[in-house]
């Protein structure tokens, strides 16, 4: 870039490089500036998507990512303050999630500790923003340019290709109250208590010989007991709650 061409300054932290292509991963950021573009347009520009951006500045002072900067000016980019508070509705205690296609297991667990979390295996970006729209749920995705779309009321990426760092990142970010053992890890319906003579025509004699309490979705009807996988789960419930209290602390 001609060094005599006007341009904005950026400054842009660790915690955000990673978005930015790898031969200008560092923290200072020199772009070409037509005088016409926003902050928020130049901070995508640079690869980070705006849900991801916290605090913007300019030469100290608080900027709106709708302003348009002068040449010359120092724009420092923040990441988002964790835990993110989400604007909740009457009643609500956590956030409501809404998961790509790619996070299954990351629904699953996410299920597992009671939170609403909404995931489909066969729908498009536009559909996905719709329903994070219409039901306030926090999209969470690895799709940055899912997370660019201007519709879109709240996103956040999802940091971590193992189902373990993705749990705790989304926790870290958002220290959601958790209720674990109240929500169906397939469908994300509600489980209500039920007895033995509720479910046996569901269950194998064996495992009603060898478990007291179960649990049965409202919605699908699925049946859950404290089964082989329990001290692995109970082992993710445990991990998961000192999380949310140390991001909380």
Known sequence: MDDNQPAVHFEIPEELQPFLPAARRRARQRIAYDGTSTIGHLVEALG??????GPIT???APAEPSRRPAAGDVVQVAPMPRPQPVPLEPGQ???RFLLDVHLGTLARRLRLLGLDTAYHNDMDDPALVVQANEERRVLLTQDRGLLRRRALWLGAYVRGSRPDDQLGDVLDRFAPALRPWTRCTACNGVLVTVGKEEIEAQVQAGTLRSYDVYGRCADCGQVYWRGAHGGHLEEIVERATRTVAAAGA
């Open 93 to 95: 205690d956590a956030p």
């Open 48 to 53: 980070v998507p705006l849900p991801e951006a």
């Open 58 to 60: 300019i030469d100290g």
